[in-house]
């Protein structure tokens, strides 16, 4: 079996900023971009998607370490936060965007000394693939599709 799989989503534009992604059969995800318009029903925006999928990594990874090691989680909880370099839209050449540094403050309560929790955080981060993600970068190819639709 390939250690390679391949993952898709679809998401259709709809109204002002905001976006709709289907993932699967599951609930349809709203992500929207803060316009300064006043919206009845906000969503978060793409960056903050991208940090609530390293939040959601990183738990998977510490409570699945946790397990297999016999450690009772009693609770863990992460606070995630970003800092972001934006650039006006019309620039021809923008400076870098996006994320410049992200912080994570892991909260853990298990009855376990101080270090092994450390190893439970360290090795959950390097297993994580949306860590990897950011920290590693991944090639990324962005195309007009034909008229075919491909």
Same mark, same amino acid.
């Given at each position: 079996?390939?250690?390679? =799989?391949?993952? @898709?989503? =679809?998401?259709? #534009?709809? !109204?002002? %900023?905001r976006? %709709?992604t289907?993932? @699967?059969?599951?609930?349809?995800?709203?992500?929207?971009?803060p !316009?300064?318009i /006043?919206?009845?029903?906000? $969503?978060?925006?793409?960056?903050?998607?991208?940090l609530? #999928?390293?939040g !959601?990594?990183?738990? *998977?990874? *510490?409570?699945a370490?946790?397990?297999?090691?016999?450690? $009772?989680?009693?609770?863990?909880?992460?606070?995630? +936060?970003a800092d972001?370099?934006?650039?006006?839209?019309?620039?021809a050449? &923008? /400076?870098?965007?996006? %994320?410049?540094?992200?912080?994570? #403050?892991?909260? *853990? +309560? $298990?009855?376990? &000394?101080? +270090?092994?929790?450390?190893?439970?955080v360290?090795? #959950?981060?390097? @297993?994580s693939?949306?860590a990897?993600?950011?920290?590693?970068g991944?090639?990324?190819?962005?195309?007009? /599709?034909?008229?075919?639709?491909?």
């Amino acid at each position: 079996m390939s250690a390679l =799989r391949t993952l @898709r989503s =679809r998401t259709v #534009a709809g !109204s002002r %900023f905001r976006q %709709f992604t289907h993932i @699967r059969d599951l609930p349809v995800l709203i992500v929207d971009e803060p !316009s300064g318009i /006043a919206d009845t029903e906000p $969503a978060p925006e793409p960056l903050e998607v991208l940090l609530a #999928a390293l939040g !959601s990594d990183l738990t *998977i990874g *510490i409570r699945a370490g946790a397990l297999a090691r016999g450690i $009772a989680l009693s609770g863990l909880t992460l606070d995630l +936060e970003a800092d972001i370099a934006a650039a006006p839209m019309d620039m021809a050449q &923008p /400076a870098p965007i996006g %994320f410049t540094a992200v912080r994570v #403050a892991v909260h *853990i +309560e $298990a009855d376990v &000394p101080w +270090e092994a929790l450390a190893t439970l955080v360290a090795r #959950a981060t390097l @297993r994580s693939p949306v860590a990897n993600t950011l920290h590693d970068g991944t090639e990324l190819n962005v195309a007009l /599709a034909d008229a075919q639709g491909r």
